[in-house]
């Protein structure tokens, strides 16, 4: 379930102060969504999970985030599943980053820069995951936004910089110690290879 993700949201999510609740809340969503993606993706090198799955993370999650950016973050997660149809590619990047922003912003404000901030970050990290798999991307007939700019070859570990660079961003906006920013990074690096693509 893509654990270096999810240590780095935890990151950001200490970072915008989020209540307990809105944690849980927050991963319990994040989770959900990957959930319902690999339902609707069905990639034959992963593990396949049951098709309600997601509802259950989401059915938690709700009532514990309570907040109407709950609405945007479902419609850009739906948005994000369609990636693998011909038009809709390309705009995966820029629903990762409405995803979170709404998140992150019903927690702390729109007055603050830290959403617009990760919305900027998730958009420019998740073009560099795309760019992971152009050759693959390619040969399902996927079209993404490094394909667009006629990139032919994989990037193999940009995404996970990508990460560690967003991690640090996060890192710097919480005050917590560098042995914890160290701890994050240890989880991200050893984590990243567990899923397959």
């Known amino acids: 379930m893509r654990i270096y993700s999810l240590v780095d949201l935890a990151l950001l999510l200490v970072a915008v102060k989020a209540t307990g609740a809105e944690f849980v809340g927050v991963i319990c969503l994040h989770v959900g969504f990957l959930a319902y993606l690999e339902s609707k993706h069905l990639h034959q090198c992963r593990v396949i999970l049951p098709k309600w799955l997601w509802a259950a993370f989401v059915l938690v999650g709700m009532p514990m ?12 997660s739906f948005c994000y599943t369609k990636k693998t149809g011909e038009k809709w590619g390309v705009w995966a990047p820029v629903f990762r980053g409405i995803q979170l922003f709404f998140l992150v912003a019903g927690i702390c ?8 901030v990760a919305l900027v970050v998730l958009i ?8 992971r798999d152009v050759e693959k991307d390619k040969r399902v007939g996927m079209r ?8 032919k070859h994989n990037l193999q ?10 991690t640090f961003i996060w890192w710097n906006c919480t005050g917590l110690s560098l042995g914890v920013l160290f701890c ?14």
């Open 157 to 166: 570990y940009g995404h996970l910089i990508a990460v560690i660079m967003s």
């Open 184 to 197: 994050v990074f240890v989880i991200e690096v050893a984590t990243y290879n567990l899923t397959p693509r």
């Open 124 to 131: 420019l990290r998740n073009a560099i995951g795309d760019w």
């Open 65 to 76: 985030y309570q907040k109407i950016e709950i609405i945007p973050f479902l419609v850009a």
């Open 109 to 116: 404000g729109y007055g603050l820069s830290l959403p617009w």
């Open 144 to 151: 993404t936004l490094p394909m667009l700019v006629n990139i």
